[in-house]
């Protein structure tokens, strides 16, 4: 297991790992894009979408791409010139940081923290800050409200997410990553180890409360009163163009990316299959193999959990400023302490 | 620990710089942005320090909640775009001293309290483990204390804003 790591050297090491750190970005974001707000929504609105760039207008992405870089670098003339050019970097490099945490198989991870999970919540509550200076440097009303709108979500909607998350920290009785993945595949449902144990089946509650704070960190519909176009313009995007909008293009798309993966590693067992069907015991055992088929596994979960957050964002409209702080602040989080009560009950019971 | 002393230095410089840039730049707004500068320079310590933990917290706490609050407190009530010229405070001038005494305490209790103490060659990351057993052992004590405060600060913060 650690042989085949070992084998390399330290620089290549690091190099492979940043290389396929921009991978498990881009990657994402671009097929999201595609798959799910090109054609997925087209569908559903009974309409073809992009058609005409390659086949079945695959690469009407990189014609998109193509326009966005070619177009002028413009900002307002009123702006805060700095802090507005470096609003859109700082939220696509919290979603750089957020994916460093995320293990693709028994070796193919970037880093490997003690503190996985409590790293990626820290390093995803970075972007608010990019949201909001890029609403308040625009000098403009909309993009100013939008930037506050966000803010304020933003809060409300983390809370129950690191709440969700405990109850799965208490069950692994871990918080990196790696070991997550491991005790629920290695797990045992009453004695029946065929499925593991993902947490999705213990941990429904929180699994629900995550997926739904998700949907709100990432600003989709029914949560995206930050950038409601018939109100806000764009919110706090109004001002942007060329890359810079481009930027939070991709930052929003490889978020959603990044959070399912996180969100499928923490409920649906990650890049294992279960230890059981080839008699692993433990990460030592697991073989090679799995450093190829792991990512292949997490990219098919991420693309169903991504599935499930645009199927919401193209089905339901958007809750009002009111409702949807009432929603985080008088539902979830309450909801989510009696998850953990009962989580740390149960687990001192068994 | 040469490569640990050298990154120590450059944050730290790093870190005054910031500090520095708080109390001088004329906006509230950049004020802020030095300050997140400064909290990060924090974090980044505590890494070199091998306090993984510690410094996660930090930017939880501080960058991706303080900070944020700060900037939607100061955009909600007044943050205009450009220079402002009645953001020094009058006795700005109070702050020197203050801030020297702190300096001199801080110095005089690390000085007397370790010495010439090295801290170990390869300093073991401190587990999460090690922490919460810590906090929930010796340390129950304050740990409960700071609770109950947090709790009168969030029963006073209901009670000041319900409006009947």
Known sequence: MLGLIASIPYWAQSLLRVLGGIVAVLLPAGTIVYVFLFKMMSFMQSRLGPMEAGPFGSLQLFAEVGKWLQKEDLYPERADRFIFKIAPLIVLSSTFLLVAVVPFGPDAWFTDFEAGVFYA???SSVSVLGILIAGWSSANKYSLLGGLRAAGQLIAYELPMVLAVIGVVIQAGTMNLQQIVVAQNAGS?????GLGNPYILTQFVG?????????????????????AESELVSGYM???????FLIFFIGEFATAGVFALIASILFLGGWGVPFAWFGWTSIDSVDNWMNVVGPLIMFTKMMLLVFVIMWVRFSYPRFREDQLQ??????LIPLSLVNIMATSVLKVAF | MVAQNIAFGIVAA??????????TVNNVVHAALWLVLVLAGAAAQYVILAAEFIA???????????????LFGTMLTRARIGAERELNNKSWWLGVPSAGLLLGVLTLALVSGFGDEELPKDAAIVSTEQISDQIFGPYLLPFWALSFVLLVAVIGAIVLARKD
């Open chain 1, 121 to 123: 919540l820290a390093v």
């Open chain 1, 189 to 193: 449902i009453f004695g029946w180890d």
């Open chain 1, 207 to 227: 699994f629900i409360i995550f997926m739904i704070a998700v949907q709100a960190e990432l600003t989709q519909t029914p949560f995206d009163m930050p950038i």
């Open chain 1, 238 to 244: 109004t001002e942007y163009s060329g890359f810079r």
């Open chain 1, 326 to 331: 009432r929603f985080a602040w008088k539902v």
């Open chain 2, 14 to 23: 790093i870190m005054v710089w910031g500090a520095l840039r708080v109390v």
């Open chain 2, 56 to 70: 996660i917290t930090q930017v939880l706490v501080y960058i991706g909640a303080v900070m944020v609050l700060f």
